[in-house]
């Protein structure tokens, strides 16, 4: 059992999903039997070679094999499906993590944070981090510059000053991209003026802004007529 459990820990690293997946109903034929390692294993190995649904329904079978998922089990199902983009499905598996009494941890909530942010649902992501502070796990920068990423796309430019707002008086402290990203929230909304500040803000804390976060800037100016300040910026 440890030998098969062994291989189909391998295969997680080799993207070789089809080999977890044929080692694992062997064990059953063999008399043996799969246990969480080796089940969890499996699930990782489905999640990186983009078969969300294969790492999903290995994790929906282990209760009738009569095992209990853990945390890390859930977790591998939920980072399955945000690789894929499948930010429904990763929700879902957060919500039956949290009824099956298990504690989400910081890598939890990031999983199902950066599925949200590749489809731009930023209130959902901003209800995640709401829950993650009731929680009391601390966010950290990856799942706050996602949720500012997701407004910006989406134009909500004040959602994603709230969060870089929160991120100035509590940790994580904001970076380049934080703040790169708000300006660009802002840009795409038209608000020159807070594009601007929060530019000025970036240069102060002797971040690097790069060039697409003064472009953004440069933008803002542009959309909303004000030349003469786009030029300062060049």
């Keep these: 059992s440890v030998t098969y459990g062994a291989a189909v820990d391998s295969c997680k690293c080799s993207c070789h999903w089809e080999l977890a ?14 246990d969480l ?14 078969h969300w649904e294969d790492a999903v329904g290995i994790l929906a079978s282990l209760q009738s094999r009569h095992m209990q998922p853990s945390v890390s089990s859930y977790n591998a199902g939920i980072d399955a499906c945000e690789k894929a983009g499948r930010w429904l499905h990763a929700l879902e598996l957060l919500t039956s993590m949290c009824a099956a009494h298990l504690y989400p941890t910081v890598v939890s909530f990031g999983s199902a944070i950066s599925a949200l942010e590749k489809n731009d649902r930023w209130e959902q992501i901003l209800e995640l981090l709401e829950e993650m502070r009731h929680r009391s796990i601390g966010a950290d920068a990856i799942s706050c510059n996602a949720a500012i ?3 910006m796309h989406d134009s909500a430019w004040q959602a994603a000053l709230s969060v870089l707002f929160g991120m100035r008086s509590h940790n994580p402290k904001p970076d380049v991209i934080s703040f790169s990203a708000a ?6 909304a038209k608000q ?13 804390r002797a971040l690097e802004i ?5 472009n953004a ?12 300040h786009a030029l300062q910026l060049l």
Excluded: Y
Excluded at 37 to 50: M, Q, Y
Excluded at 210 to 214: G, N, P, Y
């Design 149 to 151: 990423s997701a407004c």
């Design 37 to 50: 390692f080796s089940t969890n294993a499996a699930i990782s190995s489905c999640g990186k070679c983009d």
């Design 183 to 188: 300006i660009s929230a802002c840009s795409n």
């Design 210 to 214: 790069d060039a697409i976060a003064c």
């Design 192 to 204: 020159w003026v807070r594009a601007l500040h929060i530019l000025s803000e970036s240069q102060h």
């Design 21 to 34: 997946l044929t080692v694992l109903a062997e064990m059953p034929v063999l008399a043996l039997q799969a």
């Design 217 to 228: 800037g440069i933008s803002a100016c542009e959309k909303s007529g004000r030349w003469e």
